[in-house]
């Protein structure tokens, strides 16, 4: 009979492949709360004193980051909100951002919706109605990080947490190791720099959390979840590489893990043999740090106007 | 014996033999156990989890693209 390893009581939720550890609900969550807050200590993520902003879509990842991070608010350590990006896609989004709220609501934490209409003027629906040649995720990743900072320093917010897991960090790592990727690569991290006062440092405190372990927590502690799938998630390289990791690791129960440490360690090497120090200027459009004169978020407003 | 299978909207009954688990069933109406959570009778259980008749059966799709 399987029994809970911390407590013995006979219901188990979780059989983790990676280690053999099995968990009641109770010591799941118990557990999977220590685990995160034991990563924000050791990497140094947060600080007493820290103004943290939630990047919060209503999903599984981001519901749990800011559930976690709200015990570090109760016990006054940081200061707390959340801030919801609609990036205006029709049929998907509206129920994100009502979950949001929920969220939000349920810990009384001050919640921020903004959107691309408001900050780019065009919905990302109206963007890809006329795009031929780049798939949505470009455009969104860009816009999302362009108006995230641009929210974070409004509010005075110094770290934006976001809710990338393991799966998320595996899929970048292999994504832009495939595709010879080697400047990209030498940025992947738990921490941001910031070596340019206009950039926000960005945390992720659940990167060493499977995805299915963050869908878990998120049932298991009865959080307002939207488990939708993005419509235009479908065929990205990410999505291809995301369905090959978690193939082979059904037989290799601790691969992400591996290629993590791995990664981590040989990073130091990357960034010293590979990491440009771009001089920083600020672009002429609209002020946030760019590496030219012109930021990418810009280069795409202009194509459009 | 027969137990009812709810995702999302649809819900349906089901035939299974007797000592099947949730991972059989999962098997039987393809849906693979790592893009999911399953409760049983509203409370979370784990794939190797055994059916009985009139079990409630609540599959949970929670990742895309898996
Ligand atoms: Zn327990
Ligand atoms: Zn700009």
Redesign the pocket.
């Known amino acids: 009979m399987d029994l809970?390893d911390?407590?013995?009581?006979p219901q188990i939720i979780i059989k983790k492949k990676q280690s053999g550890q099995m968990?009641?609900q109770?010591?799941f969550i118990k557990s999977t709360n220590e685990k995160v807050l034991k990563d924000i200590r050791r990497q140094k993520l947060i600080e007493k004193g820290d103004k943290v902003l939630v990047a919060l879509s209503g999903g599984k990842d981001s519901v749990m980051v800011l559930d976690i991070l709200n015990n570090l608010r109760k016990r006054r350590i940081i200061d707390l909100m959340a801030v919801t990006i609609d990036e205006g896609i029709g049929g998907y989004r509206e129920d994100g951002v009502r979950i949001a709220a929920l969220n939000a609501e349920r810990i009384g934490v001050n919640h921020k919706i903004v959107s691309f209409k408001e900050y780019i003027g065009h919905t990302l629906d109206d963007i890809m109605a006329d795009s031929v040649d780049r798939n949505a995720c470009t455009y969104c990743g860009v816009f999302r990080r362009w108006i995230l900072n641009q929210v974070a320093r409004e509010e005075g917010a110094n770290k934006i947490a976001t809710g990338h897991n393991l799966d998320d960090e595996t899929q970048s790592i292999l994504m832009n190791y495939l595709e010879g990727n080697i400047q990209n690569l030498t940025r992947i991290g738990v921490k941001s720099q910031s070596n340019y006062e206009g950039f926000t440092v960005k945390i992720k405190p659940l990167r060493e959390i499977p995805e299915k372990e963050t869908a878990l927590y998120a049932i298991a502690r009865n959080l307002p979840v939207h488990l939708a799938g993005c419509p235009y998630a479908g065929d990205s390289f990410r999505a291809k590489i995301g369905t090959f990791l978690k193939q082979i690791s059904k037989d290799h129960p601790t691969i992400m893990y591996s290629t993590l440490r791995g990664f981590d360690k040989i990073k130091p090497v990357l960034k010293e043999e590979f990491s440009k120090t771009v001089p920083m200027e600020v672009c002429q459009d609209c002020g946030e740090p760019s590496t030219g004169k012109i930021c990418k978020a810009c280069s795409f407003r202009r194509l459009w106007d | 014996m027969e137990v009812t299978v709810i995702i999302g909207e649809d819900e349906k009954k089901l035939d299974v033999d007797e000592g099947k688990t949730v991972r059989n069933l999962l098997q039987m109406i393809e849906i693979p156990v790592e893009t999911v959570v399953v409760k049983k009778n509203k409370a979370i259980i784990i794939e190797e989890e055994p059916l009985e008749d009139g079990d409630i059966i609540e599959v949970i799709r929670v990742i895309y693209g898996g």
Request: glycine residues 12%; neutral net charge.
């Open positions: 809970c911390k407590c013995g009581n968990l009641c109770e010591c």
